[in-house]
């Protein structure tokens, strides 16, 4: 069992460039969610599904599409990367129901040049 | 806007006594509250949670306190230990069985000085 996965773990791009971050969970969890972190900060929402086929956006959405490509998956991209974009990105995911525990990866850290 | 707010960047307590961490929260429709342990290049990870029901939740050397009417919780550690060591974020949410996500504070570094 190995939680939630993300790839890759480093990535450098250069500004204009797109790129997607993949996540993966195993625990047959129906949210899943992507976070981004920058220093000195708390973890910000940027895009959130509650189920397989259904997304919407967080508090920082701008600059990035997502696909829930099945219960196990969701992607985050990258359309053409900005320096702003600059971050660790952190992907989660929660059961069905009122429990709020939030599981999550290992981060994927991102520079743009 | 900062919807949580922890105010101590960082922390340092000695081995063996309690670590206090605090946190402020200013949307009184949060009913819901989570405390997550971060070390450097891992993923947050979920540590203890209270409804806004109890004002209490204690688990093994971890208690956390909620004073709803102040919006205020707080996370005792005790004793603490050279383990505890990490960057501590308090999170919260408006429950109701939805899959928003959480609303995080900045984190508080604790450091457990032996």
């Known amino acids: 069992n190995a939680g939630v996965t993300q790839t890759p773990k480093f990535q450098v791009l250069k500004t204009g460039q797109s790129m997607t971050l993949q996540c993966a969970q195993d625990m047959n969890h129906n949210s899943m969610y992507w976070y981004r972190q920058d220093p000195g900060m708390g973890l910000r929402l940027i895009y959130y599904?509650?189920?397989?086929?259904?997304?919407d956006k967080g508090e920082v959405p701008n600059g990035y599409n997502v696909s829930r490509l099945n219960k196990r998956e969701f992607s985050l991209r990258l359309e053409s990367a900005a320096p702003s974009q600059t971050s660790v990105y952190f992907c989660a995911s929660k059961r069905k129901g009122q429990n709020y525990e939030q599981y999550f990866g290992p981060g994927t850290r991102l520079t743009v040049t | 806007d900062q919807q949580v707010k922890q105010n101590s960047p960082s922390l340092s307590v000695q081995e063996g006594r309690i670590s206090i961490l605090n946190c402020d929260y200013t949307?009184?429709?949060?009913?819901?509250f989570l405390w997550y342990k971060k070390y450097p290049a891992e993923g947050p990870t979920f540590l203890i949670s209270i409804s806004s029901i109890k004002d209490k939740n204690e688990d093994g050397r971890f208690t956390v306190f909620l004073n709803k009417s102040a919006k205020h919780l707080s996370l005792h550690i005790v004793p603490s230990q050279p383990g505890d060591s990490a960057v501590y974020f308090c999170?919260?949410?408006?429950?109701?069985?939805?899959?928003?996500?959480?609303?995080f504070g900045k984190g508080t570094h604790l450091i457990i000085q032996p």
């Open positions: 949307n009184s429709m949060f009913d819901y």
């Open positions: 999170a919260a949410i408006v429950s109701g069985g939805g899959a928003d996500g959480l609303t």
């Open positions: 599904s509650a189920s397989e086929g259904t997304t």
